[in-house]
DNA sequence: AATCAATCGTCACAAATGTAACAAAATTGT
DNA sequence: ACAATTTTGTTACATTTGTGACGATTGATT
């Protein structure tokens, strides 16, 4: 029997697609974690991420932490609002490019950070220890790998 | 040395941080398959979503898919009410329980999950030999034990 | 130098989403 | 048998999000 099987192999399955998977496992932890500044600090998603790049990476502009935190530039515009006006997040202009701005977190805003951050941790090391320390690696690899090659 | 050393282990590192880094590889991934059900056939992630479960798994209830593809009732809802109008999903009562309603895809609707779930087979199938066959299943068993985890 | 294209961040508007309330039906407890 | 509680799916409302356009600035082309 050459081609033309009757059972073409190529059939969907649900259960090992990716997109699928990934965004259902990512959902379960994201909202696991949610809580926490959502209720207790009264944040959105996107300006925990942004408190959380600025703390770990420094000063940077609007359209690096975009990248880097894989949000879409009216999510940093409004977080960086909204972190400014809690008196969390400064702007200082840049003198090589006068578009953007150099964005860091305040005295208060790092403060915010290392309470945050270390609730954030302790999620993670929970999580690490439910699931296996090695796996935590894994996980980390993979997603390396899997933002690699999507960018073809 | 005894302990409060000067240096804090627990300090927050954003690189291992799971809800972060699944975050990024989910959307990474979904994006990159999301401009087909979205340009091609102008449908939203809820209604692609709802289609390939009805596709996948044949007739149930809205709260069934909801539970099974980690989606919001209003947002199965809705989903629903967009396929129906396609004429892409039919209703049918419940003899049992007269509250809900068992969906299920018509004719046309079976046709447009076979295009779109076969378009998925082959964008999954393109990343599974970029980033090798294994991977994929890693992937799948990861996803399996951190849904498992995350539900205490 | 002058024009053209590209980038940055913001805003108005439209679309998608979550919350809370609801009617209808089922289930539980007495 | 009945009342109280729970479940199912829909809707109104408010919030959040993405799209597209914009002014300001920079970089590239000539």
Redesign the pocket.
């Known amino acids: 029997m050459a081609k033309s099987d009757t059972s073409s192999n190529d059939e969907f399955d649900l259960e090992t697609f990716l997109p699928f998977r990934l965004h259902q496992a990512s959902e379960a932890v994201s909202q696991s974690f949610r809580s926490i500044y959502k209720h207790e600090y009264g944040m959105?998603?996107?300006e925990w991420r942004v408190l959380a790049h600025l703390g770990q990476y420094g000063a940077m502009?609007?359209?690096?932490?975009?990248r880097s935190a894989s949000?879409?530039?009216?999510?940093?515009?409004?977080?960086?609002?909204s972190l400014e006006t809690r008196r969390w997040l400064s702007?200082a202009p840049?003198q090589?490019?006068?578009?953007?701005?150099i964005?860091s977190l305040t005295k208060s805003g790092h403060q915010a950070y290392r309470r945050l951050g270390s609730r954030a941790q302790q999620y993670n090391d929970q999580l690490a220890k439910k699931l296996g320390k090695d796996k935590v690696a894994e996980i980390v690899h993979l997603a390396d790998a899997l933002q690699r090659v999507v960018k073809d």
Not at 61 to 66: P, S
Request: proline content about 0%; hydrophobic content about 30%.
């Open positions: 959105t998603r996107s502009t609007a359209t690096e932490i975009g949000l879409h530039k009216t999510k940093v515009s409004r977080a960086v609002f702007r840049d090589r490019d006068r578009r953007v701005q964005l």
